[in-house]
C-alpha cells in the first residue's frame, strides 16, 4: 500500500490567544463582544488546530483543541474539545486516555526501577 502525498498541502491554523476572553476579543478587526473566531481546516495535514470554534475535513490533524468543533472525514491523533460534531470521524487520545496512559506508563516504570534496583549495590 502506497500514498501519495505529492498534493497534500501542509498548514497551520491560527492559534487563539489565552488570555482574550470573548469580551475582548475582535477577531477580523471587529467590535468587542463579536462572535468567536472560527478556524477551518480542509483538505489539509495540520499540525495543531485550537480556537473557540474549529472547522475540520477531509484532513489529518496532530493535536486540535477547542470549545466546539465540527469535523468531517478528518483523524484527530490528539483531541481536547468541549463538544464534538463530526461524521466518519476517528480521535485516537483524549485527555483521559492521555491520562491514563500517564499514569500507567510511570507505575509501571516505578515498579521496573524498584525490581531493578535490588540487584545493585547500595539499592
Do not use: F, W, Y
Amino acid at each position: 500500500m502506497s500514498i501519495d502525498l505529492s498534493a497534500v498541502e501542509v498548514t497551520e491554523a491560527p492559534v487563539a490567544d489565552p488570555d482574550a476572553t470573548n469580551a475582548d476579543a475582535t477577531p477580523d478587526g471587529g467590535q468587542p463582544g463579536a462572535p468567536p473566531s472560527l478556524s477551518t481546516v480542509h483538505d489539509a495535514v495540520a499540525i495543531g488546530v485550537a480556537g473557540e470554534r474549529v472547522e475540520v475535513s477531509d484532513s489529518l490533524v496532530g493535536a486540535a483543541a477547542a470549545g466546539e468543533m465540527r469535523a468531517k472525514d478528518t483523524l484527530i491523533l490528539v483531541c481536547a474539545a468541549g463538544e464534538l460534531h463530526g461524521e466518519n470521524v476517528r480521535v485516537l487520545v483524549t485527555p483521559g486516555l492521555a491520562v491514563l496512559i500517564g499514569a500507567v506508563s510511570g507505575l509501571a516504570l516505578a515498579v521496573a526501577g524498584r525490581l531493578l534496583g535490588r540487584g545493585r549495590p547500595g539499592g
